[in-house]
């Protein structure tokens, strides 16, 4: 038996340690934390000093049963989780959960997954820091009370199910005030000039004037001035300029650039990063230093000289901007410069790369530019026209990278010709242009974590979790419009003859950028106006600052939440009792027939347009609002056109044809089936003709393509991309098939791989009792038995389990089913009663 017993957190983690310990030491793994607030009660003792009540989940039981036996065999505990303030939560939870003797127990951290790493923590073990526990404690005590007391206010006065945040309700105001800010934009427009000269040698090159023109007017004005001109090289200066490297990545900075340059969500960059770390691939993920160890500095340095030549190389320290940065942790960098690139799946490549680049580019010599500017001259009238160009004289860190910027109209210099003062210029044409000044950007994931990490709200280790919660509870989406076609005009000047030009752009785009919801809207309104210091951007950052003095030991947890608790409590109690329901509604007019109040407003099943009010002697009637319309921006006679859904348009093959909108946006529908409209098509638009033209697009899409096994096989594509269906299953159709092309091959290929895929994810069959265990995503597993669906922790060994152990998990179950509906009914009847 060993005789050193290492908890980790993660299997991955403890698969790479277990490469570097020798045969006395045995690596476990935690699953994470094992202890945590009760899911279903406050588990805050309020009166009793805000005392947590911890409790093992039901998940974790089995975990630590087995680290107890372990522990209790082994000579030393090393208690070697995350080096953050998660981690040593994690550690006090092991030690107290455990009850592990301070003796033989040893408290380790690494901020690399290596062999030197490792070994150093061995040699250099401390005992737990209180200090950072308690910093853990304070959040997630004070997000427990925020979370717990706020989201039944919400319940009651805005709709049911709601949930409040701390962190997340400051990051849905900031996605809602910016949204007001687009909304509210009035675009001016100014006419944008313009110019391609050719040097005497024939070279040409692009010029504009510094300064738009106000208008169509002064931009025809300016153009007829350019009739018959001549033009020169007025002044001409080259001057030369650095650019320095950016520091190496955080946690944010590396959110950013990759959400830039590899197009990936804020959650899967921290994924990949995860496994990359867990793999002692990279340096710990979570921070918000940009140091580099003198360590990692002198392996940036060798690979550097080595890879690039000594003058690419320049030693260079970065210092923190960040609010509240622990200097004392290291930015995130590759384990080994040597590794350009390492053996792992693609995405997790593509992060490493952009990691390694961004590392060895940060202790790399500055690029030397020559920066070019010249101004050009007519003889008509006295606007000057410039052009700028930008040459590397020393590539630098050029070599390895560059960052990218989140400005979109943001234009690289390039090359100019050579040129000298009094040269005579060619013009090969003018254009003045109508350009709109534009609107804030909406936030993308990126830009927030930025905004985020500039107000101090936040840690590296919230980031990503904020911003999935947000969407999952559905308070933000993704965009999916493709915007407006706007028209412009251009003017042109070539040949002495000026010629107007009708243009379109598509304009108003919020595709994949953060937009609230109606809910979401609703929601913040309501918290702002009755909850304002909650979701004041200075108090939240306040709050992370008081973490952050708990943390270095400058506070005591417990009165920070005494002095938070004491304030916040009675808003909620005064909120709860007094304040006016929230629903969002506008009044949009009176109806022209019944004279009746329209309004819009948030309902129980969501965002609802109504005629009439309570008070009047017919009930109101109800329409919901199509998936693209919201509360804030529907107009009178666009609610008044959701009355006139379902729509009946004929009938084909004996069955009644009708347009409608569902929750998934606007349909047809014959019979029992449903087709969906074109994207931007409206329901109102459709007629009898272009419904049966749908139908039969569906009808035809639908039509077996194939038999296999007496059985019709389909192809379709659905929210996944195509797939075929055949006997009931679904099954992908990946890039390297040509779907429009099938051959029978592919398709009999394509089904058995689906067969044989279903066959490998049964781990159990019991046929009489109709119950499997198959395989499920992210490694868990899961047991079926008719409507009755079991997930499975991961810490379970699905193929060691009886039919005994899963019966018994099916009455469990079915029980707490049969308890939760009996509940329900209950409630009803009381509610009837009453």
């Not at 087709?675 to 569906?698: N, Y």
């Amino acid at each position: 038996m060993a005789k050193n017993l290492v908890i980790v957190e993660s299997p991955a983690k403890a698969k790479t340690i277990e490469k570097f310990l020798g045969k006395e030491y045995k690596v476990e793994s935690s699953f994470g934390h094992i202890a945590d607030l009760p899911k279903k009660e406050l588990g805050v003792d309020v009166d009793a000093g805000f005392k947590p009540k911890y409790v093992v989940s039901s998940d974790k039981k089995d975990v630590v049963k087995k680290l107890k036996q372990l522990a209790k065999k082994a000579d030393t505990v090393w208690l070697a989780s995350d080096e953050d303030r998660e981690g040593e939560a994690i550690a006090w939870h092991l030690a107290e959960t455990l009850d592990l003797d301070k003796k033989n127990t040893k408290r380790i951290v690494f901020h690399e997954i290596t062999k030197n790493a490792i070994l150093k923590a061995i040699e250099n073990p401390r005992e737990i820091n209180y200090d950072l526990v308690n910093a853990q404690q304070a959040r997630r005590v004070l997000d427990r009370l925020v979370g717990y007391e706020l989201s039944p206010v919400l319940w009651r006065k805005v709709k049911g199910g709601l949930s409040a945040g701390r962190v997340q309700s400051v990051s849905v105001r900031l996605i809602v005030e910016r949204e007001r800010e687009v909304r509210a934009f009035e675009p001016t427009a100014s006419f944008r000039v313009d110019a391609v000269f050719k040097t005497v040698e024939g070279k040409g090159f692009k010029a504009k004037l510094p300064s738009n023109l106000q208008n169509k007017k002064e931009a025809e004005e300016f153009l007829q001035q350019n009739k018959g001109a001549s033009y020169k090289v007025a002044d001409l200066t080259k001057k030369p300029a650095k650019k320095s490297p950016a520091p190496p990545f955080t946690t944010s900075t590396l959110q950013q650039e990759a959400a830039r340059k590899l197009y990936f969500s804020v959650g899967k960059t921290m994924n990949m990063a995860q496994r990359l770390y867990e793999a002692g691939l990279i340096t710990y993920m979570r921070t918000d230093s940009v140091n580099l160890s003198e360590q990692a500095k002198e392996g940036a340095e060798k690979e550097i000289k080595s890879a690039y030549g000594s003058d690419f190389h320049k030693a260079r320290n970065y210092k923190s901007k960040a609010k509240g940065a622990q200097e004392a942790h290291e930015a995130i960098r590759p384990t080994d410069f040597s590794k350009h690139t390492v053996n792992a799946e693609r995405d997790q490549q593509r992060l490493y790369e952009l990691i390694w680049k961004r590392a060895i580019a940060s202790q790399m010599s500055e690029a030397r530019l020559e920066r070019t500017n010249v101004k050009i001259e007519a003889d008509t009238h006295d606007k000057v026209f410039t052009a700028n160009g930008e040459m590397i004289t020393f590539e630098g860190f050029l070599k390895v990278y560059l960052e990218g910027t989140d400005d979109e109209d943001q234009e690289q210099d390039g090359l100019l010709p050579t040129m000298k003062i009094g040269e005579s210029l060619l013009n090969q044409g003018i254009k003045a242009t109508e350009r709109f000044t534009r609107p804030p950007s909406r936030f993308t994931e990126a830009s927030l974590v930025k905004r985020l990490e500039e107000l101090g709200i936040g840690r590296p280790s919230t980031y990503a979790p904020t911003i999935s919660t947000i969407i999952n509870r559905n308070y933000v989406e993704k965009g999916t419009v493709d915007g407006v076609e706007r028209k412009y005009a251009q003017l042109t000047l070539k040949n002495d003859t000026v010629k107007e030009t009708e243009l379109s752009e598509m304009v108003g785009s919020d595709k994949g950028k953060l937009v609230p919801t109606d809910i979401g809207m609703v929601v913040n309104d309501f918290l702002v106006n009755h909850f304002g210091k909650i979701l004041d951007y200075n108090f939240t950052a306040k709050v992370e600052q008081d973490f952050d003095e708990i943390a270095e030991g400058g506070e005591k947890w417990t009165e920070v939440m005494s002095e938070f608790y004491d304030e916040f409590h009675p808003i909620v109690t005064d909120v709860a009792e007094n304040a006016e329901r929230e629903t969002g509604e506008r009044i949009l007019g009176t109806h022209p027939d019944s004279g009746k109040t329209v309004s819009v407003r948030l309902g129980k099943f969501g965002p609802m347009v109504q005629v009439g009010t309570v008070e009047d002697e017919e009930k109101p009637q109800f329409a919901s609002l199509a998936p693209d319309q919201n509360l804030s921006t529907i107009t009178f006679e666009e609610a008044l056109d959701l009355f006139q859904l379902p729509k009946v348009l004929g009938e084909y093959k004996g069955e009644e044809v009708a347009v409608n909108i569902g929750r998934f946006g606007p349909y047809v529908r014959y019979g029992e089936k449903f087709v969906s409209l074109d994207k931007g098509e409206a329901p109102l638009s459709v007629d009898i003709d272009r419904a049966l033209e749908l139908i039969e697009e569906k009808e035809k899409a639908d039509a077996p393509i194939y038999e296999y096994e007496n059985l019709p096989v389909q192809k379709g594509k659905g929210r996944f991309g195509p797939y075929l269906k055949w006997n009931n299953m679904f099954i992908n159709v990946n890039k390297k098939y040509d779907f429009d092309n099938l051959s029978d091959q592919d398709i009999v290929q394509l089904i058995e791989e689906k067969k044989q895929k279903e066959i490998d994810k049964i781990i159990h069959h019991w046929k009489e009792e109709g119950i499997t265990v198959e395989k499920a995503r992210w490694g868990r597993s899961v047991i079926k038995k008719g409507r009755i669906k079991i997930e499975l922790p991961k810490t379970v060994d699905a193929k060691k389990m009886t039919l005994d152990k899963v019966n018994a998990l099916i009455e469990k179950e079915t029980a707490k089913k049969k308890k939760s509906t009996k509940k329900k009914v209950t409630k009803k009847k009381t509610a009837k009663k009453k």
